[in-house]
């Protein structure tokens, strides 16, 4: 059986005619293309100009300026209302002033000023009194009218112990109290004097200790230099030599409450 050549011989045919543009067909429209335009720029414009932002700054200044100022005037009417409602009068000049405090009173009577650079003069009549803001009546100046001078107070109150509602006082530019005095918890070291007083006229004897110190043992109460006042016994001790520590007295007689006083340096 022969064999057949399928083999396609293309030598005698030239392809280069095929590689030739292909023409447009008439009454054929072509495929639609876009030519690029020319590139257009666009130019953002700056949101804050010169003058606009200087504009804007200047009135910011000008808006905490005006809130600086009315704080500023708000604190000052609140402080000026605050010592408007705590006056302080500072009594001054030649002319000698003489005002009536008001007084109230409970365990204690507790008068009060609203005034400054004076002092406290008191009567008491028959009052029973132990001290003046803490200072024993037996340091206290009593004048020919047995009025007591009484050193002023950094806060403008006197309390006198104890209560008793025949106590007057008024306060006076004229001073003539005494500087120097023992009194409840005395600032200083070295004690130079003691003053106690029980809150009744009940010991018959007593004992004094400073420290570690024996001062009075068993010491009878009419040994003692002391004063009286309506009824109230007031004793003292004048010490010699520098000694320090704390205070204690005891006695017999009675187990009454006493008040404590001393004068430091």
């Not at 509602?165 to 130079?192: H, L």
Request: some cysteine; overall charge positive; charged content about 20%.
């Amino acid at each position: 059986m022969s064999q057949v050549n399928t083999k396609l011989d293309l030598s005698g045919i030239s392809l280069q005619k095929f590689a030739t543009k292909r023409q447009a067909r008439p009454g054929v429209k072509q495929k639609f293309q876009i030519t690029p335009g020319p590139t257009v720029v666009v130019e953002t414009s700056n949101p804050c100009s010169t003058k606009l932002c200087f504009g804007a700054l200047l009135f910011i200044i000008v808006v905490i300026a005006l809130f600086s100022v009315f704080t500023s005037s708000s604190s000052s009417i609140d402080s000026v209302s605050y010592v408007s409602a705590q006056p302080v009068k500072q009594l001054s000049g030649g002319l000698r002033k003489i005002i009536r405090m008001q007084c109230t009173h409970d365990s204690s009577t507790h008068c009060s000023t609203k005034n400054d650079g004076g002092e406290y003069v008191v009567n008491i009549k028959s009052c029973l009194v132990y001290d003046f803001n803490g200072i024993p009546f037996t340091d206290i100046y009593r004048d020919e009218q047995q009025n007591w001078h009484v050193p002023p107070s950094s806060d403008m109150t006197l309390i006198v112990n104890k209560a008793c509602k025949d106590i007057t006082a008024t306060y006076d530019t004229n001073t003539k109290y005494i500087r120097t005095y023992p009194m409840k918890n005395s600032p200083g070291k070295y004690i130079k004097k003691i003053v106690w007083i029980p809150v009744e006229n009940c010991y018959t004897e007593f004992n004094l200790m400073i420290g570690t110190h024996n001062v009075l043992e068993g010491t009878p109460s009419t040994m003692i230099t002391h004063k009286k006042l309506n009824g109230v016994v007031a004793y003292i001790y004048n010490v010699d030599g520098k000694i320090d520590g704390s205070i204690s007295v005891t006695g017999k007689g009675c187990k009454k409450p006493i008040h404590i006083y001393s004068e430091k340096n």
